[in-house]
């Protein structure tokens, strides 16, 4: 149509002038969005006069407040009519919150954290006597409050907020100072009923209906106006709406009747006015009047409103009636700006039909409710009726529809959301245009025709023409934001925005993306992967997109590598809780799990219940194993990539993805080497190791993939693999490394050597020959490969209905495969007539026992009767006898061919049970009521706490018996509405004793993780848990599984990392009177859970020759198994705990001959038995070193027997020659009656290295301990040396470098061999320091820097020891072997020795191993935390090319030290008589120790570290070597005089000073050495002084991981030497 421009200037200039004359739009008085401000101007906010408070008997208060300054304060205050006190209120100070109620207050002490929205509530009523207080939703206090005479909250009161108040006998209400509020209050409301704890959590945005946050409900003008003030943190968004109102009716035409109900026409009124996002759910009238006073008592629906309802002008009315509707609303929005939407369309005129429609917007109230609005009226606040003054049961009357004159209806109003924003098209009459402005750009204008057409006299909306409008945002415009880490999440949204008015709004499933935009959209989402902490939440939001995206039209190959590496890049970054995280989506699914080490046997992924269109269902097993029934894809990975994952024993995370849809994988040129018209015939499954490329594998990853399209015997498949950097980038599929393995009709099998993303490939050029040829003799499916059609939808909603099928065929011709041809008959025929064929089985007259995939293999005989079962799914779009009418006829067709024909014999098709029946299940996290669902569906439910979280359950199909049934429901999402310290609420009884149960198993679950053993339970949670389960065993009949409950949930506390002190003696107790208690049949039952394991046995006094337990096969974590022997006998083999039970007890069993209740206990956990002081005679340090087991014998106490009891437990730890054992029971009545271990009456018998043997004369609980006393050394020693080695090592690192300076700066100091050999020494001990004390903090990036440390540590401390031992050699040349020998290149000799020997050795090793440095974690007894340290791995290499290194060269330097000092003591002696002594003692001390420094000679220290003084003289081993850099600076460069005066004339700048004495006496030669090559004798003097000689060595200090003892470092121990015997080692070898 054309566009006029007179037309759009007409429109203008109108628009115009009705800006000029104004709007008579009213203000919304809600309050949501907005805050009451107090600061310092005395403002206070007063509940109106006109409306008052009823009596109530029950309440609930809710309040946000955000407090600036916390001072004393008052939230708000009721007071009752004539009572100073406060009657109801909130209080509190930088300490406490204070409840005040009847005028008691009740403290909490706890304090609101400033300047932060948080939300208190308040609850009481008569009935539970009980004033709650909940912050931020958890309850806090729980005080028993006793109601006042009356019973109830006195009516009628006033109301402040943020102030304290009085009222005077004129009923003013006056401010009082002292304890003001300085901060925010918002939402304030207050309900006629005590809210529930699990309620609280659930009120979100619903409004009070007693006090509403109204700006009608309150005054806050005096003595100063302090208006509301908007917040946005404060929007709260919400789906349910009531409304109540005042309608009034006028009739057009006077004669004219309806027949519609006062409840359908406000229906249709609302859903004409209200968007289509809006839902009607509820209509009432609640009551109807003739005379429509109009202004005359405004009274407000819940309470009455002091200023009156506008009058309509001429509005003359005929009718009116209250109503009340209810509204969702879908998406939830803020709930001020749907109030003031409603109210914007509820204001103009409505008519249907001859009846014009109006409120009274004053009167009209929104309110936000609960979504299922159960809640009784509250009471009136005051008496007046409401608007109605006579007839309220005035019934409307009728009037007629026949007038004819009524024309064409108009447009209704709309409103309509694009891209281009919301625009709200307002009724329009036919024929006309309705104009608006753009959104974007403001100036710019859309227009809409309503036309009419003549056929059918209908008015409808034309679409909008959009053309001078912009769409709000566009996905390219992503391209000029920034993501950071305080965007990306609000990103996201917008993405998610963006993608929805492409792909959905605009045209539907039909949506696409340009290639540029996907391009920007996976960038953006890479971007904010990148800056972002990958929750779960995140990688939800991300996958759905992704899934949208290639489920739509959308060309994928443009980005195909970007989504694959996204999606692994997400996959690696995700942080979850647990060790599991799976995300299901209807075109991709991924699984990541973390995977420790030990114990590693490989994984397995399947993904089941797939087709198009549906939720896959993900399985993963932590072994390598076969792929279950009814699996579309799997992919098993072997024990061998073991070796990928952490070397520090950390888990790694293994990540699987799978893709339902073949876009993101189009291929145009396969690079596979065989011929041939090649096409992707299955889904995609990928399984890759964080950051690792894993490939050459020798052990293969199994890969098992339904075919989309069943094969056919001409067909050939291809297993494949994705290679990202072929097709320049774009990826495409390659054979290489992969093998196509066992192929059927539906199933192909492939292994390869390497992971990445795997398919199967269809070779569709071979076109099968013409049934006719007689050259075909190969068997062919009966149809056409290319007529199957797309697997069912099986989303929930579909109606899924299955049949059993059992058939006998005939087969006759020729046959390569009976199995395949029949097979694929069947599949076919099923799937051209829209169904599926599942759960196929097939056997002949001879039978193969040969099983796979779920088809089993037969003979091939030819002429021979087959039977075959199988299941057919089909959607039920008719009725169920259609469906089974329709799989006769469709099998009952007979195919043939010139080489083979198939016949249907026999047939039998019987109908299965459509759904699992609807089922009200109540839960902790609340009561859900499951509808019903049809097989293999999963249906979702809104959790009751967050209804953005959704609960999920599966409908399961199982094909062995035919029958649906429910899974347990996935809540992963949901929180729990109970939490374990409302269980004191409750009373256990009979009747509810099994579901406490549940509920405390459901509790603990959650608490605990679900079994990932990671959550704890507090002190006073585990009390409580073992009260009621007490409580249980005490109203119960304890049958086995009531049993087999309690004990399954014990043992995941002591699995867990709860502190089991506190209730040690509750559980042991609990215990043993469930196994008192028990009731099973038999005379034997046994429960065993990784954690216990409890036997009982019935035992006839005839013949009782004593009973041994036994508790074989058992290590951490695994579940024993349990032995019992009515004899008295010995442990068999492999035990590792028994106890056996003498036959003099036979005096203890049942007199009457009746059977007697042996009860015998395991505990494979020690933290239930934390005793801090064990109540032995030995003097020591005992832990805790086996197992515990115990016996008794039902309500007896057994003492003092003459037979021994025998125990024999094996020892945790491997008992050391030097330590002791004792044999220990547990004294229940000890430590205050929380047990203790005491030796009293048993006996130590044989003791051995692993297993330990005790007699005891009494039964109880039994175990060993050890004494740690005897231990090498105290950790608390070992820290202060680690301490003592970490400061001594940054202390030498220091002086070694101003010694290096020193002498690189001065010229004159390193003229001679000693200096410069000293240089290279210096050099090498301080690279050796720096390495050493950065070790950990390198380890941490990553593998290959770890072991270019260990290598270049490894390096640098043998260079120390090669120049220390180059040092003892010259100066053995220089002192002993005097001579005058010229060496040509002496120091640079020196320097081929002094590093290239340290080269050969560690390249040696990096040839002859690879693997002989690495990375070990050093674990801490005394924190429990673990540092990687890089050093040598390698037990060979360690003790070679260190210790037997180190050995030699300080065996060697103390051999020249003793000849040198022998040989200086020599030069003393031959001193002539007239010359002087220089020095005496202390000048050979300092020689001497100069000389100890130099040589290395500290590191002999630690062959003295045994016995009595080897503590000693560990610290004096770390002292020295930590400091010995330090000890080189003073011998070195501190007490030389020379070395002072080259620093003092450096910082004088007297440089031209020609007198140095003292260095030419230090440095001076015998006048016949002719050069400085020679070596030749040296001035004593200089000996003396062993200035000449010092060249120091630095020992390695001590790892700062706390389990290595001071200098007793982790480099001098193999990696592989536990930690209990490092220290012994590290003794012999170690500068550590």
């Known amino acids: 149509m054309a566009r006029s421009p007179p037309i759009i200037m007409l429109w203008l200039w109108l628009q115009s002038s009705m800006y000029l004359q104004g709007s008579n739009i009213h203000g919304n008085p809600s309050l949501w969005g907005k805050k009451a401000e107090f600061q310092i101007k005395p403002c206070m906010w007063q509940l109106d006069p006109g409306l008052s408070v009823p009596e109530l008997e029950e309440l609930s208060v809710c309040v946000l407040l955000r407090l600036t300054v916390i001072t004393e304060w008052t939230a708000f205050a009721y007071k009752a009519p004539g009572n100073p006190a406060v009657e109801l209120g909130l209080e509190g100070d930088d300490q406490r919150i204070t409840a005040v109620l009847f005028g008691a207050r009740w403290p909490l002490n706890e304090s609101l954290s400033p300047k932060v929205w948080q939300s208190v509530c308040l609850t009481w009523s008569a009935a539970s006597r009980h004033l709650r207080l909940y912050v931020n939703g958890t309850r806090r206090l729980d005080q028993a409050v006793d109601p006042p005479a009356s019973g109830r909250l006195a009516p009628n009161g006033t109301l402040t907020l943020a102030w304290p108040h009085s009222v005077d006998q004129n009923g003013t209400v006056w401010r009082e100072d002292g304890k003001t509020l300085m901060g925010g209050i918002g939402l304030f409301r207050m309900w006629a009923r005590e809210w529930r704890a699990e309620e609280i959590m659930l009120l979100g945005c619903v409004e009070g209906d007693v006090v509403s946050w109204d700006a009608r409900h309150w005054n806050h003008r005096s003595p100063a106006s302090c208006p509301p003030k908007e917040d946005t943190s404060l929007h709260c968004e919400w789906s349910?709406?009531?409304?109540?109102?005042?309608?009034?009716?006028?009739?057009?035409?006077?004669?004219?009747?309806?027949?519609?109900?006062?409840?359908?026409?406000?229906?249709?009124?609302?859903?004409?006015?209200?968007?289509?996002?809006?839902?009607?759910?509820?209509?009432?009238?609640?009551?109807?009047?003739?005379?429509?006073?109009?202004?005359?008592?405004?009274?407000?629906?819940?309470?009455?409103?002091?200023?009156?309802?506008?009058?309509?002008?001429?509005?003359?009315?005929?009718?009116?009636?209250?109503?009340?509707?209810?509204?969702?609303?879908?998406?939830?929005?803020?709930?001020?700006?749907?109030?003031?939407?409603?109210?914007?369309?509820?204001?103009?005129?409505?008519?249907?039909?001859?009846?014009?429609?109006?409120?009274?917007?004053?009167?009209?109230?929104?309110?936000?409710?609960?979504?299922?609005?159960?809640?009784?009226?509250?009471?009136?606040?005051?008496?007046?009726?409401?608007?109605?003054?006579?007839?309220?049961?005035?019934?409307?009357?009728?009037?007629?529809?026949?007038?004819?004159?009524?024309?064409?209806?108009?447009?209704?109003?709309?409103?309509?959301?694009?891209?281009?924003?919301?625009?709200?098209?307002?009724?329009?009459?036919?024929?006309?245009?309705?104009?608006?402005?753009?959104?974007?750009?403001?100036?710019?204008?859309?227009?809409?025709?309503?036309?009419?057409?003549?056929?059918?006299?209908?008015?409808?909306?034309?679409?909008?023409?959009?053309?001078?409008?912009?769409?709000?945002?566009?996905?390219?415009?992503?391209?000029?934001?920034?993501?950071?880490?305080?965007?990306?999440?609000?990103?996201v949204q917008i993405i998610q925005h963006l993608l929805y008015y492409e792909l959905v709004s605009g045209s539907g499933s039909d949506g696409e993306l340009s290639a540029s935009d996907m391009v920007t959209v996976m960038g953006k989402l890479d971007d904010v992967v990148d800056v972002s902490v990958v929750t779960a939440e995140l990688s939800n939001d991300i996958f759905s997109m992704i899934s949208d995206i290639l489920i739509s039209r959308s060309d994928m190959a443009p980005v195909s590598n970007m989504v694959l590496k996204l999606t692994e890049r997400i996959g690696d970054k995700a942080v979850f809780s647990g060790d599991l995280f799976n995300v299901a989506f209807p075109a991709m699914a991924v699984s990541m799990i973390n995977v420790k080490p030990k114990n590693f046997r490989g994984i397995t992924f399947c993904v089941t219940n797939y087709a198009d269109g549906m939720i896959p269902e993900l399985m993963v097993n932590e072994s390598f194993a076969e792929p279950i029934p009814g699996t579309v894809a799997s992919i098993a990975l072997p024990a061998e990539l073991k070796n990928q994952l952490a070397a520090d024993g950390n888990k790694t995370r293994f990540q699987f993805q799978f893709y339902g849809v073949q876009d993101l994988f189009n291929d145009t040129d396969i690079a596979i080497e065989a011929e041939g018209n090649w096409t992707l015939n299955s889904y995609v499954i990928s399984a890759s190791i964080n950051n690792r490329t894993v490939k050459n594998l020798n052990q293969s990853v199994e890969v098992t993939l339904s075919n989309n399209r069943a094969m056919q015997e001409h067909e050939k498949v291809m297993c494949v693999s994705w290679d990202f950097g072929d097709n320049e980038g774009q990826g495409r599929w390659n054979s290489t490394?992969?093998?196509?393995?066992?192929?059927?009709?539906?199933?192909?099998?492939?292994?390869?050597?390497?992971l990445t993303n795997f398919a199967v490939l269809l070779d569709i050029s071979r076109a099968p020959m013409s049934e006719k040829d007689p050259t075909n003799s190969t068997q062919q499916c009966p149809s056409s490969p290319t007529t199957t059609k797309v697997p069912l939808n099986n989303t929930v909603g579909i109606m899924v209905s299955f049949f059993g099928v059992n058939l006998t065929l005939k087969l006759n011709g020729n046959a390569t495969n009976p199995t395949t041809a029949i097979e694929c008959w069947l599949y076919e025929r099923l799937v051209l007539n829209g169904m599926d064929m599942v759960d196929f089985w097939i056997f002949g007259n001879s039978i193969r026992n040969m099983k796979q995939y779920g088809v089993q293999q037969i003979s091939h005989r030819l002429n021979e009767e087959y039977n075959c079962t199988f299941h057919v799914r089909g959607n039920l779009l008719s009725t169920v006898k259609e469906l089974e009418t329709l799989i006769v006829g469709t099998l009952n067709q007979t195919f043939s061919n010139d080489t083979l024909s198939i016949q249907t014999t026999q047939l039998m098709v019987r109908y299965i049970g459509p759904s699992c029946p609807e089922e009200t299940l109540k839960t902790i996290y609340g009561v859900y009521l499951w509808p019903e669902t049809f097989p293999q569906n999963k249906r979702a439910l809104k959790c009751q706490r967050d209804f953005n979280r959704t609960a999920f359950r599966d409908c399961k199909f199982d094909v062995d018996s035919d029958m649906t049934s429910w899974e347990v429901p996935d809540m992963t999402e949901c929180e729990p509405l109970t939490i374990i310290s409302d269980l004191n609420d409750w009373n256990v009884t009979a009747e509810n004793a099994m579901d406490m149960v549940q509920t405390i198993q459901d509790l603990v679950d959650v608490e605990l993780g679900s079994g990932s053993g990671d959550g704890e339970l507090s002190a006073s949670d585990m009390v409580t848990v073992m009260g009621k389960l007490d409580d249980v065993v005490d109203v119960s009949v304890v049958t086995a599984e009531l049993s087999n409950d309690i004990f399954s949930m014990i043992s995941d506390i002591l699995n867990s990392r709860s502190d089991m002190a506190p209730v040690s003696n509750m559980v042991l107790k609990l215990t043993e009177r469930i196994g008192d208690k028990a009731v099973f049949s038999g005379d034997l039952f046994n429960v065993a859970f990784p954690a216990m394991a409890v036997s009982m046995i019935n035992v006839k006094p005839k013949n009782f020759r004593g009973i041994t337990f036994c508790v074989t096969n058992y290590a951490d974590g695994m579940t024993p198994e349990l032995m019992v022997n009515e004899s008295f006998a010995e442990p068999i083999p492999g035990t590792v705990a028994s106890i056996a039970l003498p036959a003099e007890l036979k005096n203890q069993l049942a007199a009457d001959g009746n059977k007697t209740r042996f009860q015998f206990q395991f505990y494979g956990v020690q933290d239930l038995f934390n005793d801090t002081g064990i109540a032995i005679k030995a003097e020591g340090n005992w832990t805790l070193n086996s197992y515990v087991i115990s016996a008794s014998i039902n309500n007896r106490t057994v003492k003092n027997l003459n037979q021994s009891v025998e125990v024999t437990l094996s020892n945790n730890r491997a008992m050391q020659e030097h330590e002791n054992v004792t044999?220990?029971?547990?004294?229940?009545?000890?430590?205050?009656?929380?047990?203790?271990?005491?030796?009293?009456?048993?006996?130590?018998?044989?003791?051995?290295?692993?297993?330990?043997?005790?007699?005891?004369?009494?039964?109880?609980?039994?175990?060993?301990?050890?004494?740690?006393?005897?231990?090498?050394?105290?950790?608390?020693?070992?820290?202060?040396?680690?301490?003592?080695?970490?400061?001594?090592?940054?202390?030498?690192?220091?002086?070694?470098?101003?010694?290096?300076?020193?002498?690189?700066?001065?010229?004159?100091?390193?003229?001679?061999?000693?200096?410069?050999?000293?240089?290279?020494?210096?050099?090498?001990?301080?690279?050796?320091?720096?390495?050493?004390?950065?070790?950990?903090?390198?380890?941490?990036?990553?593998?290959?820097?770890?072991?270019?440390?260990?290598?270049?540590?490894?390096?640098?401390?043998?260079?120390?020891?090669?120049?220390?031992?180059?040092?003892?050699?010259?100066?053995?040349?220089?002192?002993?072997?005097?001579?005058?020998?010229?060496?040509?290149?002496?120091?640079?000799?020196?320097?081929?020795?002094?590093?290239?020997?340290?080269?050969?050795?560690?390249?040696?090793?990096?040839?002859?191993?690879?693997?002989?440095?690495?990375?070990?974690?050093?674990?801490?007894?005394?924190?429990?935390?673990?540092?990687?340290?890089?050093?040598?791995?390698?037990?060979?290499?360690?003790?070679?090319?260190?210790?037997?290194?180190?050995?030699?060269?300080?065996?060697?330097?103390?051999?020249?030290?003793?000849?040198?000092?022998?040989?200086?003591?020599?030069?003393?002696?031959?001193?002539?008589?007239?010359?002087?002594?220089?020095?005496?003692?202390?000048?050979?001390?300092?020689?001497?120790?100069?000389?100890?420094?130099?040589?290395?000679?500290?590191?002999?220290?630690?062959?003295?570290?045994?016995?009595?003084?080897?503590?000693?003289?560990?610290?004096?081993?770390?002292?020295?070597?930590?400091?010995?850099?330090?000890?080189?600076?003073?011998?070195?460069?501190?007490?030389?005089?020379?070395?002072?005066?080259?620093?003092?004339?450096?910082?004088?700048?007297?440089?031209?000073?020609?007198?140095?004495?003292?260095?030419?006496?230090?440095?001076?030669?015998?006048?016949?050495?002719?050069?400085?090559?020679?070596?030749?004798?040296?001035?004593?003097?200089?000996?003396?002084?062993?200035?000449?000689?010092?060249?120091?060595?630095?020992?390695?200090?001590?790892?700062?991981?706390?389990?290595?003892?001071?200098?007793?470092?982790?480099?001098?121990?193999?990696?592989?030497?536990?930690?209990?015997?490092?220290?012994?080692?590290?003794?012999?070898?170690?500068?550590?």
């Open 737 to 754: 490394g992969c093998e196509t393995r066992a192929i059927s009709a539906i199933k192909t099998s492939c292994s390869c050597n390497h």
């Open 1223 to 1632: 044999c220990v029971f547990w004294d229940f009545g000890d430590n205050e009656g929380q047990g203790r271990w005491n030796s009293t009456g048993c006996e130590t018998r044989a003791i051995s290295a692993i297993k330990t043997s005790c007699s005891c004369n009494h039964l109880t609980s039994f175990a060993v301990l050890l004494d740690i006393s005897r231990a090498p050394m105290s950790e608390k020693d070992r820290e202060i040396m680690t301490l003592i080695s970490y400061l001594g090592c940054g202390i030498s690192s220091i002086f070694l470098g101003i010694t290096l300076m020193t002498y690189l700066i001065f010229g004159k100091l390193r003229r001679d061999h000693p200096s410069k050999i000293l240089i290279n020494l210096s050099a090498a001990l301080l690279a050796l320091n720096l390495l050493y004390l950065l070790n950990t903090w390198m380890s941490s990036y990553g593998y290959g820097l770890c072991i270019l440390t260990a290598v270049l540590m490894h390096f640098f401390l043998l260079a120390s020891f090669t120049w220390m031992g180059l040092e003892a050699l010259h100066m053995y040349f220089a002192l002993i072997k005097v001579f005058n020998a010229y060496v040509r290149s002496y120091i640079l000799k020196l320097c081929v020795v002094g590093w290239g020997v340290p080269l050969i050795i560690v390249g040696v090793v990096l040839a002859t191993d690879v693997d002989a440095y690495g990375s070990s974690n050093i674990t801490s007894a005394a924190d429990e935390t673990s540092e990687p340290f890089c050093w040598i791995q390698s037990d060979v290499h360690f003790y070679v090319t260190v210790a037997g290194f180190i050995l030699l060269v300080v065996l060697g330097n103390t051999g020249v030290f003793v000849v040198v000092l022998i040989q200086i003591r020599r030069m003393r002696t031959n001193k002539p008589l007239g010359k002087p002594a220089t020095g005496g003692s202390a000048q050979d001390l300092r020689a001497a120790a100069s000389l100890t420094v130099l040589l290395g000679l500290t590191w002999l220290s630690a062959f003295f570290a045994v016995g009595p003084g080897r503590t000693v003289m560990l610290y004096v081993f770390c002292i020295l070597n930590s400091l010995q850099g330090f000890f080189i600076f003073v011998f070195h460069c501190l007490t030389k005089e020379n070395v002072r005066k080259q620093w003092r004339t450096r910082l004088t700048f007297d440089r031209f000073n020609p007198s140095d004495s003292d260095w030419s006496r230090s440095t001076s030669r015998p006048k016949q050495e002719p050069n400085s090559h020679a070596m030749g004798s040296v001035d004593t003097s200089s000996i003396i002084k062993a200035s000449e000689f010092s060249s120091t060595t630095e020992s390695l200090p001590v790892h700062p991981g706390r389990e290595g003892a001071g200098l007793l470092l982790q480099v001098a121990q193999p990696a592989s030497t536990p930690n209990n015997i490092k220290t012994n080692t590290s003794v012999s070898w170690s500068n550590q």
């Open 240 to 491: 349910s709406y009531e409304i109540k109102m005042w309608a009034y009716i006028k009739h057009s035409n006077t004669s004219d009747a309806t027949n519609s109900s006062l409840e359908s026409i406000t229906r249709h009124w609302m859903e004409s006015i209200f968007p289509l996002n809006f839902s009607v759910q509820n209509v009432s009238v609640l009551s109807q009047s003739r005379r429509c006073l109009a202004g005359d008592n405004p009274a407000a629906l819940y309470i009455q409103l002091p200023k009156k309802s506008k009058e309509f002008g001429n509005f003359t009315f005929d009718y009116c009636f209250l109503s009340k509707v209810f509204v969702s609303i879908s998406p939830k929005k803020s709930v001020e700006l749907v109030q003031a939407d409603m109210r914007m369309k509820l204001e103009p005129e409505f008519s249907y039909d001859s009846l014009t429609l109006r409120t009274d917007i004053h009167d009209l109230s929104i309110q936000p409710v609960a979504p299922l609005y159960t809640m009784t009226e509250p009471p009136p606040i005051v008496s007046e009726s409401p608007r109605p003054a006579t007839d309220t049961t005035f019934s409307f009357p009728t009037m007629s529809t026949n007038s004819t004159t009524e024309g064409p209806k108009s447009c209704p109003e709309e409103t309509l959301e694009s891209k281009y924003g919301v625009y709200l098209w307002p009724e329009t009459f036919p024929f006309d245009i309705q104009f608006m402005n753009c959104q974007r750009p403001f100036y710019g204008i859309a227009f809409r025709v309503c036309k009419f057409d003549i056929d059918s006299d209908m008015t409808s909306w034309e679409d909008p023409d959009m053309t001078y409008c912009k769409p709000l945002r566009n996905i390219s415009d992503l391209h000029y934001w920034n993501v950071t880490a305080e965007n990306a999440m609000d990103m």
